[in-house]
């Protein structure tokens, strides 16, 4: 009886984390930034593979629901966490911050998974962006939560050990969701609605279960995002937030968890290593695509062979 | 139309007077079915006759704008697709539509998706590896890579996973070599001498249709034409000018 994949999955990324959070405080600041960001976008990638990769969702609003978690858990934070707490104080209300973003990200999803039952393709992709852009102005135009200049001044409570935390969770728990039998549901539902429809499964169901999870998964990450730049502002959950995401699942390979992390971990390196030109990082993502798109459309680290589910975007 | 030599027997499945519509047009209009328990019943017709669209209303796949189906003496007309398949109808849609990405294995266990007895979904595997030893042959294998004939195997191994009572297949024989026809069709009627299973089969291959069932349907354009026995219809000259070949 060979391993289970989801153990091996669990056993590397918890390694990992205890690995970083070993080395955290031997790092510089730079790298520790680094780390986190790399940690944090491979939440947000992992989470959307769940709606785009698995169930095959072509989804644009991801930033819209880490929008929702960072506000949220900030509000919360900046509100409720006194300054005389202890450190075991602040990491425990941290943790119910983060949670309270998430379930909001996750309403919010929900609602977005709604419509999804009727559109397919690029009328759900439009419709996911337009929502995430309502959320963004919602944000933009509600002074208690800063209006357009966004929320500073929260405390720096993300560290290593939360986001890698995090990221082992997130990994552990899509990959278990994803072999299980009631995870197959997904993979089916991408596959054929007509066929998963004819199995006895109920794809509607499925489609608003990945859309409320990834949503929650991504409320988490834009938690520990904003307590980890300390500042949060709409600009910052934009359409090219949303791209970035959606491009590191589809260079990963759409459906593909260990390939959408490289690719998560490829694409957040890659800017900073591009710093002098960091202003042409779009064009550098348009090239990428573009070039990815026609040499290896089956995703870049997807070592698999035969058909995967990128001919229909 | 009173279709007389089956309201004698029992029918596990009825309809009545269904409609479906898409938009202006009418792919079925006013048909009445009457499926006997434990037989073989094949709706035959051309391209565009409403074959598919009858068997996907009854799934629970298009609404009907009017009629009733009953199957079991249960109203389904307004059932979602996946609460039908629970009361042990299923469906082998046309085209073979399996889940191409996934491996055979878990085609199948999809197909038990509604299963809750381990011991038994490993029986049903069995019995159905006895059936296409071919499936056991390939089960690590992604199913959007087996051949047409294997596919179609895979299809209907899937909807055996659900224990059905009553089983539509849709066209089985679409773009599969001969030799694998006959072969998927030996099994069928196995699958309803052995198992008890009612079978509705949609078929543009009346020959072979006609010969594995009992009672046959034809549509024409949305509606009934002829109906009776198989071996009538096989003499039917009607049938014979238009689907037989003389």
């Not at chain 1, 996911?128 to 939560?145: D, H, K, S, W």
């Not at chain 2, 004698?8 to 519509?21: D, E, I, K, Q, R």
């Not at chain 2, 391209?47 to 209303?57: D, I, V």
Request: charged share 15%; proline share 4%; aromatic share 8%.
């Amino acid at each position: 009886m060979p391993v289970p994949r989801q153990h091996v999955a669990l056993l590397a990324t918890l390694a990992l984390a205890g690995a970083v959070t070993a080395f955290g405080g031997s790092l510089n600041a730079y790298h520790l930034d680094v780390a986190m960001n790399v940690g944090i976008a491979i939440i947000l990638a992992v989470s959307l593979n769940l709606v785009n990769g698995h169930t095959g969702q072509f989804s644009l609003g991801h930033a819209g629901f880490m929008a929702v978690g960072a506000y949220l858990s900030s509000a919360f934070t900046l509100r409720l966490v006194p300054a005389s707490a202890s450190a075991f104080e602040q990491h425990l209300l941290f943790f119910a911050a983060l949670l309270t973003g998430a379930l909001a990200a996750a309403v919010a999803g929900f609602l977005i998974g709604l419509p999804s039952l009727r559109l397919k393709g690029d009328y759900l992709a439009l419709i996911t962006l337009g929502f995430a852009e309502i959320i963004r102005v919602v944000f933009q135009n509600t002074p208690a939560l800063g209006g357009a200049i966004g929320l500073n001044g929260m405390a720096p409570l993300t560290t290593i050990a939360w986001t890698f935390g995090w990221v082992a969770v997130t990994v552990f728990t899509v990959s278990c969701l994803i072999n299980s039998t009631y995870g197959r549901g997904f993979l089916a539902v991408r596959d054929d609605e007509i066929a998963a429809s004819a199995s006895g499964i109920n794809p509607t169901r499925y489609k608003v279960v990945a859309f409320t999870l990834g949503a929650f998964v991504a409320g988490i990450a834009g938690g520990l995002f904003a307590h980890h730049q300390l500042a949060i502002d709409p600009r910052g959950f934009d359409f090219f937030r949303s791209v970035e995401i959606v491009v590191m699942v589809i260079l990963g390979g759409r459906g593909n968890t260990l390939g959408v992390i490289l690719a998560a971990v490829l694409l957040t390196l890659l800017p900073e290593f591009l710093r002098p030109v960091a202003e042409y990082r779009m064009v550098l993502y348009a090239a990428l695509l573009i070039g990815l798109m026609l040499l290896r459309p089956q995703g870049v680290f997807n070592l698999r062979l035969g058909r995967s589910a990128t001919g229909k975007i | 139309m009173v279709k007389t030599h089956l309201r004698l027997l029992p029918s596990v499945l009825t309809l009545s007077h269904l409609s479906v519509a898409y938009g202006p047009i009418h792919a079925v209009n006013d048909i009445s079915l009457e499926i006997p328990r434990g037989a073989i019943v094949t709706l035959i017709g051309g391209n565009g006759a409403g074959k598919t669209t009858t068997l996907q209303s009854i799934s629970g796949l298009v609404r009907p704008a009017a009629g009733v189906i009953r199957f079991d003496g249960t109203d389904i007309t307004r059932l979602a697709p996946h609460q039908i398949v629970a009361l042990g109808l299923c469906h082998v849609p046309e085209g073979r539509l399996v889940f191409a990405n996934l491996s055979v294995a878990e085609n199948l266990a999809l197909g038990a998706y509604l299963q809750r007895d381990p011991a038994l979904v490993e029986q049903t595997r069995d019995h159905i590896f006895t059936l296409f030893p071919r499936l056991k042959e390939r089960l690590k294998q992604t199913a959007g890579t087996l051949s047409g004939g294997e596919q179609q195997m895979l299809a209907i191994g899937r909807a055996l996973m659900g224990r059905p009572r009553f089983l539509m297949l849709d066209e089985p024989s679409l773009g599969i070599a001969p030799r694998l026809v006959t072969t998927i069709f030996e099994r069928i009627v196995e699958i309803n001498r052995d198992q008890g299973i009612t079978i509705l089969l949609v078929e543009q291959n009346a020959h072979l249709a006609l010969e594995i069932s009992s009672h046959a349907y034809v549509l024409e354009t949305g509606r009934i034409s002829i109906s009776g026995p198989s071996a009538d219809l096989r003499a039917d000259p009607r049938l014979k000018a238009a689907y037989l070949g003389g």
